[in-house]
């Protein structure tokens, strides 16, 4: 079943082309890992999809909806839930409140102004908590979290939305080596367990072709190539203009 | 056409007056970030110490220039002693918390410059060339204001020069883009940072004493040029000298010819000009959006709900303010009423201000809209105190609501700046609708039937409003508010619409200071512009940053200190200074608000 | 400098011992003045005023007291705010146990402590607040004013102003009631007094803050033969400079309020204008005993020429003064009433409290500024009782409330 199908989609900063006629799907349960160098496009396709900036041509379906051009918070509503490159939790808060509130916006409640937030979600909060790892951390503020722990959260409170299609912008940075293949693992198990649909960016090439299912590199802001890992890694036009030919 | 010309060069002239005072604020801004409510104090220092110095030598222009050129440096010397005695030791401390810190020194300079000139208008006499005017299209026009006209774009040129040419120049414009870049090249920020406020210092010190042949040393100066100073660094962009000169052009202009289009509107010309200018621009004709400030982040602390040992506290509180009535006088009594209104008022603020990031300084115009909807009501419908007591807050938040549908998507400064121009607007109907508030005598005679019962009603009212307000920020709503102002895209991408909840925490913080504002209506029996002054604003800015801005206690301690210590000083001489002295040592000692202190002891 | 500062001390001790709660009194005790005013706020004009109060009290406990009992003022700063005036009324009132409250500056402040006293029923004597609603549209029979209000003030200088034949007026006057209040009347008489008179060009800077350059321009744009001004103090000062620079002065008559009043009229040094038309207290060149007897009394306990704020501070006791003894006791109905009639010297003359209004018959110097020895100073001067200055009774009587 297809999640996420982008059409023909185009945008143009100024005369330069961001993202150039790109287009590819995703099903459900499937990791798209969507890679290429600096200023390939990657970033702006993911602003694209996730609704911060409206696209010169080309549509977005999500679920065979076309989403093209709304606000983030509405395609946020559809199912589609999104981790930062720069991590950032709700830092006034203790971790668990950060999903219980992330919890509340789910259920469409954080228009509720009598009832007691704390005492509510607990134990979607505390589930969620143990399936990320977080749970002795559940009362520390988010704002004194390590960097590591603030990536999870990150991600947690993504999940929260029970997202049909989660898009994560560069997972692993920032994070150290171990905690960020466990994070990938975690991922992949989220995916494979619950037929949540993955895009995510990534500069680690040995985190992507641990995970992903298929990748697409961009190049330009063209597709340069698709395919399952080892084909793509395999192709020459790749190893030449990105993977580097010494390799 | 002739006038034409004039009043258009007049206009330049006073331009050229509020650029320099604005210069130095906007470079302050701009680099330290610091709101320095201390800017008129040393505009009118400069004003003091200028005449203490001319009047004392040769009055020939070379001589006056010399002076002129002393009196800036001797101002820069001032400022650079604050920034070293004061400011230097509170950077760290949340955004907006060295205002706390500036308003003080306010107080203090200006009982000690009452003490050291005395109460007395100090005119400068004026030499024959100070007198003198040329012809211009048939009309006298004044020397020296052709040459303000000239001192200007001087300074702004120098200015330019100093930023874009020395190395000293281009370390402040890139600690103005990025504090912590500056610091992490190795140079001494603190060494920057005063001299940047000393410069900004002899800047005010400049305007000062150049306005001095137009007028007098006066104990007025330091808040009859503060607000304008403000209103013309946001309408220009924070911490750009063009566009600060820009502005000065645009509203010195606007006036000159403002006093003969729309005589009547004199108190308000300059803020519709500013809320129309932020609205279109939002960060002022030169200025662009900086975005958070690092700094920002580290204020964030965590709220939590209250723990045993301030419940048991908010329980003395409780049963002290119930048993007043046994304790104390008629003194004592209005001194609770007043703690009580300011809690309310505080909290209300510290809604917007704290989970809802948007500070304020124009909260006194709810207020002043919920006192005066409950004196109107009473007064012209022969509305019953109850109703009036409940019309008063749907006023305010219908007002906060219309207000803020325009101004919640701005944050930070610009937002606080639009408050107070809209405050201030509300200010001006408040003063010149005559017929209908009865102008600055205000509306009077609102007294409650029972003025001993009345104290429970503005206890009930004022702690359940609080405790409605804290129910609510401890509600779904209160958690999202809040998720948005730690992370605004974060919880964008969660489904929250920010926008949305930041004005419906507006509107609710709008409808309870005009609870509060009407609470003090029949407390005090009469309505007055002076409820929605700049520095009844400032009052409630205050309790909040006392208090501390990170849990709601925060406003409450505030509020309550704040009352306190204002009503018990009131009563000595000095007063200012020592209020003034006593919230600087305050801000010193307790950087993070009373509340935040005592939530670090625990 | 060490003038001031002095004086300010000396004020302060006075104040401070003032000021210390009586423990336990007997009906032979002081007879306790509540007195509030904006002393930070208005320093130029409080500070003198205090000076003045300060002398009353000590002459009139000097000789012997009123009804045997002293007189003993506490005094508090309401900064300027309404607000706390009325707080500062209730804790004088509540905890001080004041017999009757005095002071005020603002009409604001005036007005909100005047409706205290009513809500509370003290009586309470207003000082300098000009309002003329003080003690008509919002009088009351608890409230007593002894200033000339700004009908009065208007009314003194308008036999003169009429004088002037003046066809085309402008006017300048601070943007808030009082400045308001002024004109509109200073307009209705002229108009009763000299029909076809016309008023070409009203300005209205904000208080505190005249963009003097463009005010003059634009008065001297609508061609004037003549000038009412109402502006005071720091915007005074602006207005007369930039007027002189640019020749507004020059050729035209101004009426002017209040700037004879030293207050007003000594910052102005050399500039001060010559030839307007004021109200004002010519203190270096009164030549009647009563006015001398208490120039010399102040000079030699403050070591400075009094100002108006003196005199204003110093008559209020001496009516307070006299109308208890008038009344013979400090109960506040009886004062009400008591006041009402009473007669007091004041360094201007005798005055009267007025039982019709409770407006005190307190005049004003009107005259002619001029320039002796590098500064301003008011000649052909004449003294206006405040009596004379007033509408009928008929016409009093409609604009208070019944």
Redesign the interface.
């Known amino acids: 079943m297809t999640v996420l199908a982008v059409t023909g989609l185009q945008k143009r900063f100024g005369g330069v082309r961001a993202v150039d006629d790109v287009t590819f799907s995703i099903v459900a349960g499937e990791i798209l890992a969507l890679i290429g160098p600096n200023g390939a496009g990657k970033s702006t396709c993911f602003n694209l999809i996730n609704g911060q900036i409206a696209p010169d041509h080309g549509t977005i379906h999500l679920h065979g909806r076309d989403i093209t051009g709304l606000a983030p918070r509405q395609i946020a509503r559809l199912g589609v839930g999104r981790s930062f490159q720069i991590a950032a939790g709700f830092a006034s808060m203790t971790v668990r409140q950060n999903l219980q509130t992330a919890f509340a916006a789910h259920h469409r409640q954080s228009w509720r102004f009598w009832h007691d937030a704390m005492g509510a979600h607990i134990a979607e909060a505390e589930a969620l908590l143990a399936r990320v790892g977080l749970v002795a951390q559940a009362d520390r503020a988010a704002g004194v979290l390590a960097y590591g722990d603030l990536k999870r959260l990150d991600l947690a409170i993504a999940l929260a939305g029970a997202p049909g299609l989660l898009l994560m912008d560069e997972p692993g940075a920032g994070m150290a080596l171990a905690e960020r293949g466990a994070l990938m693992r975690l991922v992949q198990k989220l995916a494979r367990e619950d037929g949540m649909a993955v895009l995510f960016t990534e500069h680690d090439m040995a985190a992507v072709f641990a995970i992903a299912d298929r990748v697409v590199v961009l190049n330009r802001g063209k597709i340069l190539a698709s395919g399952d890992p080892a084909s793509v890694r395999a192709d020459p036009l790749v190893q030449a203009r990105y993977l580097g030919a010494g390799r | 056409m002739s ?1 034409f010309l ?2 258009t060069l ?2 330049l ?2 331009a050229s007056s509020l650029f320099l005072v604005a210069a130095g604020l906007t470079v302050i801004f701009g680099v330290t970030r610091v709101v320095n409510f201390a800017h008129g104090s040393l505009c009118m220092l400069g004003a003091f110490i200028g005449w203490s110095i001319l009047t004392r030598l040769p009055r020939d222009p070379a001589w006056f220039a010399l002076g002129v050129l002393a009196t800036a440096a001797a101002t820069a010397l001032i400022g650079a002693a604050l920034e070293i005695g004061l400011l230097r030791r509170i950077y760290r401390a949340p955004e907006l918390f060295q205002l706390l810190a500036t308003f003080g020194v306010v107080l203090v300079l ?2 000690a410059t ?10 400068l ?2 030499p024959p060339w100070l ?3 040329v012809m211009i299209a048939g ?4 020397l ?2 052709l040459v303000l006209i000239a001192i200007g774009p001087l300074v702004l040129g120098g200015l330019l020069l100093v930023f874009h040419r020395t190395r000293w120049g281009v370390l402040v414009r890139a600690a103005t883009q990025d504090r912590d870049m500056v610091a992490a090249l190795g140079v001494d920020q603190r060494l920057l940072f005063t001299s940047v406020f000393a410069l900004g210092a002899g800047l005010a010190g400049l305007g000062g004493v150049l306005a001095l ?4 040393a ?4 330091d ?2 040029v503060i607000t ?1 100073a403000f209103v013309i660094v946001v309408v220009g962009g924070l911490g750009s000298i063009g566009g600060a000169y820009l502005a000065a052009v645009l509203i010195g202009v606007l ?3 403002g ?2 289009v729309l ?2 509107a ?2 308000v010309l300059v803020f519709v000009v500013m809320a129309v200018v932020l609205v279109v621009r939002p960060y002022g004709l030169l200025g662009r959006d900086r975005g958070q400030s690092r700094t920002d ?1 580290e204020a ?4 939590r ?1 209250a723990g045993p040992w301030q419940i048991t506290a908010a329980g003395i509180g409780l049963a002290l303010f119930l048993a007043a009535p046994l304790l104390v ?7 609770a009423t ?1 703690m009580l209104v300011a809690m309310l008022f505080a909290a209300s603020l510290h809604v917007m201000m704290g989970p809802g990031g948007m500070p304020s300084f124009g909260h006194a115009a709810w207020f002043g809209i919920g006192a005066y909807g409950a004196a109107l009501l009473a007064q012209n419908l022969a509305t019953p105190m109850p109703l009036a007591l409940a019309g008063a807050p749907i006023l305010a938040g219908l007002a906060a609501f219309a207000v803020g549908a325009f101004i919640v998507r701005l944050s930070g400064v610009y937002l606080a700046m639009l408050t107070l121009a809209f405050a201030q607007i509300v200010w001006a109907v408040a ?2 609708f ?1 017929g209908l508030t009865g ?4 509306v ?2 609102v ?1 409650p039937a029972d003025p001993r019962g009345f104290y429970y009603v503005a206890l009930a009212l004022c702690v359940g409003g609080v405790l409605v307000l804290r ?2 920020m ?7 508010l ?2 948005g ?3 605004p ?10 926008t949305a ?1 930041r004005l ?1 925490a507006f509107t609710l913080s709008g409808a309870a200071a005009g609870l509060a504002g009407a609470i ?1 209506t029949y407390s ?3 309505a ?4 929605i002054s700049v520095s009844h604003s400032v009052d409630a800015l205050i309790m909040v940053l006392l208090g501390g801005i ?1 849990s709601l206690a925060g406003p409450i301690i505030g509020a309550i200190a704040y009352t306190g210590l204002f ?1 018990l000083l ?2 000595s ?1 000095f ?2 200074a020592r209020l003034g002295a006593v919230i600087i040592a305050l801000v010193l000692f307790f950087p993070a608000g009373l509340a935040g202190w005592a939530e670090r002891r625990r | 400098m060490t003038l001031s500062r002095r004086t300010l001390l000396t004020a302060t001790a006075g104040f401070t011992g003032l000021a210390a709660p009586a423990i336990s009194r007997a009906q032979t005790a002081a007879i306790r003045i509540g007195e509030i005013n904006s002393y930070t706020a208005v320093p130029s004009f409080t500070l003198p005023y205090r000076n003045g109060w300060t002398l009353a009290v000590e002459q009139i406990n000097a000789s012997g007291g009123v009804l045997g009992r002293k007189l003993e003022v506490l005094s508090r700063d309401d900064a300027g705010k309404p607000q706390d005036a009325i707080r500062l009324a209730g804790e004088l009132i509540g905890d001080q146990k004041v017999d009757l409250l005095a002071g005020s500056y603002l009409s604001n402040v005036g007005l909100a402590i005047s409706d205290f006293a009513l809500q509370n029923k003290t009586l309470f004597v207003g000082g300098e607040p000009l309002t003329d609603a003080l003690v008509w549209q919002k009088g009351h029979r608890y409230c007593y004013r002894l200033r000339a209000s700004t009908y009065m003030q208007a009314r003194m200088l308008i036999d003169d102003a009429a004088k002037f034949g003046a066809k085309r007026w402008v006017t300048v006057s601070p943007n808030y009631e009082y400045g308001q209040s002024l004109v509109k009347w200073f307009k209705i008489l002229l108009a009763q007094r000299q029909p076809g008179v016309e008023f070409v060009a009203e300005l209205w800077p904000a208080l505190g803050n005249i963009d003097a350059g463009a005010t003059v321009a634009a008065l001297e744009q609508a061609k004037p033969d003549a000038i009412f001004n109402g502006t005071f103090g720091p915007d005074l000062t602006k207005f007369v400079r930039a007027g002189n620079t640019r020749g507004l002065f020059e050729g035209r008559k101004v009426v002017s309020v209040l700037t004879g009043e030293p207050e007003y009229l000594e910052p102005l040094g050399d500039e001060a204008p010559a030839g307007w038309l004021v109200t004002g207290y010519p203190v270096d060149s009164v030549t009647d005993a009563a006015n001398l007897g208490f120039i010399a009394a102040y000079k030699a306990r403050f070591n400075e020429l009094p100002k108006l704020g003196s005199v204003v501070g110093h008559a209020m006791i001496a009516g307070i003064a006299a109308g208890i003894a008038k009344t013979g006791s400090v109960e506040t109905e009886a004062m009400a009433d008591g006041f009402g009639g009473a007669k007091f010297a004041t360094p201007f003359g005798p005055v009267t409290w007025r039982a019709l209004d409770h407006q005190a018959t307190f005049g004003a110097f009107i005259g002619r500024t001029a320039l002796k020895n590098g500064r301003g100073t008011m000649v052909d001067w004449r003294y206006i009782d405040g009596a004379d200055a007033l509408p009928s009774d008929e016409e009093v009587k409609k604009l208070r409330p019944a």
């Open positions: 006038f004039t009043q007049t206009g002239a006073s200006a009982d009452l003490w050291l000139w005395g109460p007395n208008d100090l005119p006499p004026r007198r003198q005017f009309s006298r026009f004044p020296f204001d042949p137009a007028g007098s006066n104990l007025q100066i808040l009859a304008e006036q000159a010819f006093v003969v005589p009547g004199t108190l982040a964030v602390i965590l709220q709900p006088g008629p003194f004592g009594m209005a001194i007043e003063v010149q005559v102008g600055d005598n205000g009077l005679g007294w129910r609510i401890f509600s779904p709503f209160g958690f999202a809040r998720a102002r730690d992370a895209a974060r919880a964008a991408a969660s489904g929250i619409d920010m909840h419906a003090f005090k029996g009469s007055f512009p002076t409820y990170g009503d009131l009563a001489d007063w200012r």
